[in-house]
């Protein structure tokens, strides 16, 4: 017996059904997590040590940092989106 998937909800997780104007937002809060993972994961390393309570202190940075650089990167991600249009008018020119 086959499933009728035309009946079933789509999911809300789907990425097709994120409307357009959340791409930025979304774009920035990922790139914000992922950022910010790494540069706390580095400064941590670099000023700690991989020694006994480094996990405790890496997660505790990684959400201090994404604390700032979610709002710095929304900040700044009009202003980016000037620039590149200024060095490439293009790049924008084909969305729809």
Excluded: K, Q
């Excluded at 979304?26 to 991989?50: D, E, N, P």
Aim: charged fraction near 15%; charge should be positive; aromatic fraction near 8%.
């Amino acid at each position: 017996m086959a499933i009728d998937t035309t009946r079933l909800a789509p999911s809300a997780f789907d990425p097709a059904n994120l409307p357009r104007r959340y791409a930025t937002i979304v774009a920035a809060v990922l790139l914000s997590l992922i950022m910010s993972l790494v540069t706390a994961a580095v400064s941590t390393t670099v000023g700690f040590g991989l020694r006994e309570g480094y996990l405790l202190r890496w997660l505790v940075a990684w959400i201090m940092s994404w604390m700032i650089a979610l709002p710095v990167l929304c900040a700044a991600l009009p202003m980016i989106r000037r620039i590149i249009i200024r060095l490439e008018p293009d790049a924008y020119a084909h969305r729809s």
